[in-house]
């Protein structure tokens, strides 16, 4: 089973939103994020980035 980590693009480091993220629905501005147990997370922005090999999305947009 792959299972992902989720950071938001910093200036200087990324920084840790989630893990064992199993789903992830794109939006407009906002990216849905579905853990193994099925607690669902709705992060602004977009992806930037998902390394398959590393399990790492990573997020671009503003914190609100």
């Known amino acids: 089973m792959c299972l ?3 950071y938001r693009k910093g200036a200087d480091e990324n920084v840790f939103l989630c ?3 199993a789903r992830v629905i794109p939006g407009d501005n906002e990216v ?3 853990d ?4 669902r997370t709705c ?3 977009r992806i930037l980035d ?6 790492v999305i990573l997020i671009e947009g503003d914190e609100t």
């Open 36 to 39: 193994l147990m099925g607690k």
């Open 19 to 21: 893990k064992n993220i």
């Open 43 to 45: 992060v602004p922005g």
């Open 32 to 34: 849905v994020l579905y």
């Open 50 to 55: 998902v390394d398959l090999l590393e399990n």
């Open 4 to 6: 992902s980590s989720v």
